[in-house]
Each structure stands twice: as C-alpha cells, then as structure tokens.
C-alpha cells in the first residue's frame, strides 16, 4: 500500500506564493509520474502539472507561474506557485502512477490541501 500525504496549502494574498508537498511513502519500487490537480467548488478536477522522467507539462492557465518538480531520492514531489491569483483558489491534490513488481502500475491520490488567494 502506499500513501500520499499533502502539505503547505494556506491563505494567501493575491500576487503571493506557496509551495505544495506530496510525499509519497510504502510499498514503491519505481514512480513513473507525479501530478497536481485541482478542484474549485462547483467545478470539475483538472490537470494543474505533471512530471515524468523526461518531461514536464502545465495547463496554460499556471503557464510560467507553476514550477513542478520532485526529489526522488525522497519520493516527494513540488509544485511551486508564484503570482497567484484568486482564480487558483482551490483543493489542491496530489496524484501518483507508481509501479511495483508484482501489482504492476497502480494510481494514488493525496487527500487533498486547500489553497484559498484572497486579500
């Protein structure tokens, strides 16, 4: 079993920044990929960043805002926000594909940490 645990969502005022964590922890032999996704109220999750070993990818909308990133050595992933702006307002959530011998590829969610832009 593995486990995904989200941190550093906060208040924070337009223009602002925050970093997210998702470290990830148990059984894991190899993690493919590690994305962000969010969800506002009322509407639909969507894709925010992914990483894998040979690219990264961003919606346009956190294009040259958002940087993902991750340290594999500690199966924990980033997502640095700069310039934020009321519209990130979300739940911020933390997705894994990993693979494992045996089990093979398998997918995980974190559970979840809000961010809130407001002044």
């Known amino acids: 079993q593995v486990q995904l645990v989200e941190s550093g969502g906060a208040l924070v005022q337009p223009g602002g920044s925050l970093r997210l964590s998702c470290a990830a922890s148990?059984?894991?032999?190899?993690?493919?990929?590690m994305g962000w996704y969010r969800q506002a109220p009322g509407k639909q999750r969507e894709l925010v960043a992914g990483?894998?070993?040979?690219?990264?990818n961003y919606a346009d909308s956190v294009k040259g805002r958002f940087t993902i990133s991750r340290d594999i050595a500690k199966n924990t992933g980033y997502l640095q926000m700069n310039s934020l702006k009321p519209e990130d307002t979300a739940v911020y959530y933390c997705?894994?594909?990993?693979?494992?011998?045996?089990?093979?590829?398998?997918?995980?969610w974190g559970q979840g940490t809000q961010v809130t832009v407001s002044s």
């Open positions: 148990g059984r894991i032999f190899t993690i493919l990929a």
């Open positions: 990483i894998t070993n040979d690219s990264t």
């Open positions: 997705n894994t594909v990993i693979w494992t011998p045996g089990p093979g590829t398998s997918n995980y």
